[in-house]
């Protein structure tokens, strides 16, 4: 655990944050523009050999790696906490914007939203396989296609979340969203390695 901690969690968080400010962009661009500028966010993160839930849960080991894991997405998390904190202090505009993104995943529901979190999973997986490889324009690719195709990254969502206002957020509705999310992500970014048998134990 220790060495989670050392490892682990500092390299997480700052995931979050980079995730976080591709977040920021999209909100402030839109438009396909905020999708292809929200790969600089992933960009870092594959660069600096971060970790990122989405870019981590489809190359873990069957046994062993599940506490690296919720600690990748805890620290996730509290980079994007820590991000939203500062937006909503510094562009408190921006809040509206990550409410709508909110109130649209809740419309949608939990069962939809796992199913486009699937989706993303499976793009991100192969984007950073790829990128792994020295080959990044698929990663350049995958993040405006699962943007433009509306599905659901929860280390993005996580962002938006923390950045609507705060009565919008504190609610069981919300909770199941996100994790649904959470689940949706880790089947997509395992789906080619289960369809192939090709999991490393």
Not at 43 to 57: H, N, P, Q, R, W
Not at 70 to 85: E, K, P, W
Request: net charge positive; hydrophobic share 55%; proline share 3%.
């Amino acid at each position: 655990m220790k060495d989670l901690l050392r490892n682990c969690l500092p390299l997480a968080v700052l995931a979050g944050i980079c995730i976080s400010i591709g977040c920021v962009v999209n909100l402030r661009v839109g438009g396909v523009a905020g999708a292809v500028l929200f790969a600089f966010g992933l960009t870092t993160v594959v660069y600096y050999g971060l970790k990122l839930y989405t870019g981590t849960a489809g190359f873990i080991r069957r046994k062993g790696d599940w506490g690296m894991i919720s600690m990748v997405l805890a620290g996730n998390i509290v980079g994007c906490l820590l991000t939203a904190l500062m937006i909503r202090y510094a562009e408190p505009e921006l809040m509206e914007k990550a409410a709508a993104i909110l109130a649209g995943r809740l419309d949608k529901g939990p069962l939809a939203c796992f199913l486009l979190a699937v989706g993303c999973g499976f793009i991100m997986t192969t984007a950073v396989f790829f990128a792994r490889q020295g080959k990044m324009l698929p990663l350049l690719l995958g993040v405006p296609v699962f943007i433009l195709c509306g599905f659901a990254h929860s280390i993005a969502d996580a962002f938006y979340f923390l950045a609507a206002p705060w009565a919008d957020v504190l609610s069981w509705p919300v909770l199941c969203v996100y994790a649904a999310e959470v689940l949706g992500n880790f089947v997509g970014c395992n789906l080619y390695r289960w369809s192939t048998l090709s999991v490393e134990k």
